[in-house]
């Protein structure tokens, strides 16, 4: 490039060289930021979190072998070779499915520590535009917690990326399978309860043979009233509880495996030999290797739990209990259990209970119990979250969260969905009465979800990790071998009650995706009708109204443009406010977004209008904060915004700014974005994109780190510090918030077309129809105060 002369250099002044001093590359910077989001834990912390993941994670898992046995052999049990062949296909299946797919590759999927199948999705939609509702912006993608990869032109994974986002079908294809293991999931919800405190409970009747199947069932729903009607005061209460408990459950199944196996049949080991799997499918197979298949399949239940409650703990902390702790203790419970029953055919149907010694019946017994309601715990919890994160991604009609804990923003409480799942699991567990056709639907859920979370790890693994296709066809085959004929096993059991899971799932999958496409067609209806920029400058500064004193908050789904609802308000009332603010909240799809990128502001307009924007982003981890601070945030944006405009103006022409929550004790915002950068309280230090400022309480600016400050900068700084229009529109800004704030919402109603057919009408006009009025109101949501509420309605047909 030839070089430049030095009237050029002449021409640029003294703005240029400002901007060269400050516009330098944050790489170092931004790696530290992007490290303040990866937890590091001490060898002691990790260890303590191992325990501590036993009584959250494992709890489902590890009460597995309370009904396996009994479900593989329904109609009991004619040759030991049959027991060893089921025993081995156990050990191989735990081997290959919880160890192998999900403890070392699964869990490597997660979005910085988020777990589940829309932590999948939300790291797909960063990699490639396949998000159905487009409220993203470039900004989103300069978050220090967007992480993203970049291809090669001709890269296995850039081809990939663009035949996914070619065409329409292919995103709604890809949330159309995220939705089904979702509600998969919330199902497996609802039977994981069902199926292990019925489980437990059954021990009362092995020591009492004459008493009847409807006391047992009776326990089991009062100890499932009494579990959900604990939920609100969250796990973090009782955290310390369920570790300890789970662990004494282990050591317990453990020990008494291992005495079964020297005090019965020790033949049993030979199951750790792979052939046996062969021998027992080839045994099974004209007969009812179907029904074997599904009885296995059980063993693994509680795997999927394992993924979406993986928020609470690191990875290391999980693959160091399950190795160490969770799959020696289950092995040994099902050898032991195969000894037994080797020696003992006709108990089969209590193998569990019937195995225990007499000496620690009642002991055991109680323990089964209680882990069996901390195993119920763990999938309920990992429920409360799959549904934070729908809802956060547009996929849910909008329902009360609580957080729980003040420690663990994953631990939440949402009440409606709990009393929902109480009644449904009372149905399941009185309905059915018995662990077999419970376990037949139990499977079919839980296989499901493992299909799902096998088919979003291909492009996970191809977008994401760059894995070379030999190793992303291989874990899809050996994924594929295992769980292909557990779902044709658990098909098979449809009329044997395989139909609840099914049921419960298109059940919430048409919740879901209703809710979801009105809510896409109600978002592309206001970017259409959006206003111009033209028509509003037409207006003029009053905007063809009385500019009456105070500050007007209009709510929208808009990120960028003036949304329809407000000409439609101000074309039917003679007066809008003196400041107009528009209110965009949005989630995006990242874990979190730091309190310091939360909000942008920018300006609508010429100043004399005092029409801003402000955008603020959360993640689907984030919690909206349900007080009066939020509208103090979005004045304190403002006010801000408006003093860096007028600071920044002269060098730099971007109107566009970060800016992050107040700090405590007073100190001043820190401010970050693509012009203005960060700014400092004199005690902290904060990084920009374009530099390195330091924000002192006399509205100067200084470099932070710079040696020797330029002329220019001491130029620039001087013609600001005398600047006094920024005093006279913060004054105009402060008198208008003493006179009134009133929160403006739009309430589109979504109606179908007279000409759309049946199934959209009903879908629409009743489906949708009734989750609004049913949901919680945007007002609600923000704490907005009725007596300064204002709703704006309108019509859309779709």
């Not at 898992?61 to 296909?89: C, H, K, M, Q, W």
């Not at 955008?615 to 601070?629: F, L, N, P, Q």
Request: aromatic residues 12%; contains cysteine.
């Amino acid at each position: 490039m030839a070089s430049l002369s030095e009237s050029e250099v002449t021409n640029r002044g003294s703005m240029w060289e400002l901007d060269q001093n400050l516009d330098q590359p944050m790489d170092e910077e931004a790696g530290r930021l992007k490290n303040m989001y990866r937890e590091k834990f001490s060898s002691v912390l990790l260890l303590r979190l191992a325990f501590q993941s036993l009584g959250v994670v494992f709890g489902d898992l590890g009460t597995s072998p309370l009904y396996v046995f009994y479900n593989i052999f329904p109609r009991g049990v004619d040759d030991d070779e049959d027991v060893i062949g089921a025993l081995s296909l156990i050990i191989y299946t735990l081997t290959l499915i919880p160890l192998l797919k999900y403890v070392f590759v699964v869990l490597r999927a997660n979005d910085n520590g988020q777990g589940g199948t829309f932590a999948l999705y939300s790291l797909l939609c960063r990699h490639a535009k396949i998000n159905t509702i487009p409220n993203q912006h470039r900004t989103d993608e300069e978050l220090t917690t967007y992480s993203r990869q970049t291809y090669e032109e001709n890269s296995v994974a850039a081809k990939i990326k663009r035949w996914l986002e070619a065409h329409a079908y292919k995103r709604n294809i890809l949330l159309i399978l995220v939705l089904i293991g979702t509600c998969t999931a919330i199902g497996d919800g609802i039977l994981t309860p069902a199926i292990s405190v019925l489980s437990a409970s059954g021990g009362i009747k092995v020591q009492n043979q004459n008493m009847s199947t409807d006391i047992v069932v009776l326990v089991a729903v009062v100890i499932l009233i009494g579990l959900f009607s604990m939920q609100h005061y969250g796990t973090d209460k009782v955290g310390w509880l369920f570790a300890p408990i789970v662990l004494l459950w282990f050591i317990l199944i453990g020990s008494v495996g291992a005495v079964n196996i020297h005090k019965y049949n020790n033949s049993v080991l030979k199951a750790y030999n792979p052939v046996y799997v062969y021998r027992f499918f080839r045994r099974r197979w004209n007969s009812d290797i179907w029904t074997s298949l599904g009885g296995v399949m059980l063993s693994i239940t509680g795997t999927e739990a394992l993924f979406a409650d993986l928020c609470h703990f690191p990875v290391l902390a999980i693959q160091i209990a399950f190795t160490l702790i969770v799959f020696p203790c289950l092995l040994l419970a099902y050898t032991g259990q195969a000894a037994y029953i080797i020696s003992h055919k006709q108990h089969v149907v209590d193998a569990f209970y019937r195995s225990i010694p007499d000496a620690i019946y009642w002991p055991a017994f109680v323990i089964a119990t209680a882990a069996a309601i901390v195993a119920s715990q763990a999938t309920i919890s990992a429920t409360y979250s799959i549904i934070k994160q729908a809802l956060a991604l547009g996929c849910f009609p909008r329902v009360k969260i609580v957080h729980t804990s003040k420690k663990f923003l994953g631990q939440i409480y949402i009440p409606d969905i709990n009393w929902v799942l109480l009644v449904l699991c009372i149905a399941v567990t009185a309905g059915f009465k018995n662990q077999s056709q419970i376990g037949n639907a139990y499977g079919t859920a839980v296989v499901i979800v493992m299909l799902v979370t096998t088919f979003l790890m291909v492009p996970i693994m191809l977008l994401v990790w760059k894995s070379h296709w030999v190793l992303v066809v291989s874990f899809t085959v050996l994924s594929l071998v295992v769980e292909v004929p557990y779902f044709v096993a658990c098909i098979l059991k449809i009329d044997q009650g395989g139909w609840v899971p099914l049921v419960i799932a298109t059940a919430f999958f048409l919740i879901m995706y209703v809710w979801h496409f009105c809510t896409v067609k109600r978002y592309e209806f206001e970017m259409h009708s959006k206003v111009s920029m033209a028509w509003i400058l037409g207006l003029g500064p009053s905007l063809g109204l009385v500019r009456v004193p105070g500050i007007g908050f209009v709510y929208t789904e808009l990120a960028s443009g003036v949304p329809h609802i407000f000409s439609h308000f101000i074309t039917n009332l003679p007066a809008i406010h003196s400041v107009v603010v528009f209110v965009c909240v949005k989630y995006l799809p990242v874990y979190t977004v730091p309190t310091e990128e939360r909000f942008l502001v920018r300006r609508i307009g010429p100043k004399s209008f005092h029409m801003f924007r402000c955008v603020a982003r959360y993640g689907y981890k984030d919690i909206h904060k349900r007080d009066e601070d939020f509208e103090k945030l979005l004045f304190d944006c403002v006010f801000f915004f408006v003093r860096l405009e007028s600071m920044m103006e002269g060098y730099s022409d971007s109107d566009e700014f970060s800016v992050p929550e107040q700090g405590a004790a007073g100190r001043p915002l820190m401010m970050s974005g693509a012009a203005a950068g960060a700014f400092l309280a004199a005690e902290k230090t904060s990084m920009c994109s374009n530099g390195e400022l330091s924000f002192s309480s006399q509205d100067s600016i200084v470099p932070a780190q710079s040696p020797a400050p330029a002329p220019a900068l001491r130029g620039v700084t001087a013609r600001w510090s005398a600047s006094t229009e920024v005093g006279d529109e913060l004054e105009f800004l402060n008198r208008c918030k003493d006179a009134g704030v009133v929160h403006i919402l739009g309430n589109t109603i979504v109606r179908a077309r007279r000409d759309s057919g049946v199934v959209k009408k009903i879908a629409v006009d009743y489906m949708y129809a009734f989750m609004r009025r049913m949901c919680r109101e945007n007002s609600v949501l923000f704490n907005v105060p009725h007596e300064s509420l204002l709703n704006v309605g309108q019509i859309y047909y779709i």
